[in-house]
């Protein structure tokens, strides 16, 4: 595609459901990231592909975030068991390599748990 | 203390007037700067980058950084109402694993 494509681009769930984020980055990028965007705070680095494989999930913020990425393409964030302050936007991004520069970024997913 | 530190503002300036958007940075281990743009309800889209310490020019736009005081400037000449926005510092590392380290961002209001 054009450009990177996150979905739902809103999302509202209960407290204690599970939520999936989806990542299409654009076609032939390898390198893909997740942030979390949460209100005055910037963007929070959660966890970066190289293809399908995740060097480092030391950034996920706890062992209810879960992210896997097949075919090099598509990726899935995962939370269960969804608390408040897991309210934030959650935004994608995609690039040729893995030197961080010529991010593109998706629009984001902002995800309410009431 | 966050690696970068940048004031959320908001800062409002008259159109036309030159804008000058400001970051600190803590951490030496670094390879480039960036500066982002971000519009409500939309992504961060990338203005500028450089590597080295001086000025880079883009059109309007002056990307500036000074490594021995680490301190990162955007300027903005002849400022629009479409410039109207938030505006994200960002250091990069190593690359890959290590992202990039974003600052909170200031939100930029050019008033027609």
């Known amino acids: 595609g054009a450009g990177v494509s996150q979905s739902p681009s809103n999302k509202v769930t209960e407290k204690g459901k599970d939520v999936e984020l989806r990542c299409d980055p654009i076609?032939?990028?390898?390198?893909l990231y997740w942030y979390r965007q949460s209100l005055g705070q910037g963007l929070e680095f959660l966890i970066y592909?190289?293809?399908?494989?995740?060097?480092?999930k030391s950034g996920l913020p706890s062992d209810r975030f879960s992210a896997e990425r097949t075919g090099g393409s598509v990726s899935t964030l995962t939370i269960q068991r969804t608390q408040q302050e897991d309210s934030a936007v959650y935004l994608c991004?995609?690039?040729?390599?893995?030197?961080?520069?010529?991010?593109?970024f998706g629009s984001g997913t902002r995800l309410t748990v009431v | 203390q966050k690696e970068v530190e940048q004031d959320p503002g908001p800062l409002s300036v008259p159109e036309g007037a030159i804008v000058s958007l400001n970051c600190t940075y803590s951490?030496?281990?670094?390879?480039?700067f960036m500066w982002y743009r971000q519009y409500s309800r939309k992504g961060p889209e990338l203005l500028m980058y450089t590597y080295s310490s001086g000025n880079k020019e883009d059109g309007r736009f002056t990307a500036q950084v000074d490594k021995s005081s680490k301190y990162i400037s955007l300027f903005i000449r002849d400022s629009q109402p479409s410039d109207s926005a938030t505006y994200l510092c960002a250091k990069g590392g190593g690359g890959g694993a290590d992202g990039l380290t974003f600052g909170k961002g200031t939100h930029l209001i050019i008033q027609p």
């Open positions: 592909f190289q293809g399908n494989s995740a060097p480092d």
């Open positions: 951490n030496s281990a670094f390879q480039y």
């Open positions: 991004a995609s690039t040729y390599s893995g030197q961080g520069l010529g991010y593109t």
């Open positions: 076609s032939g990028h390898t390198a």
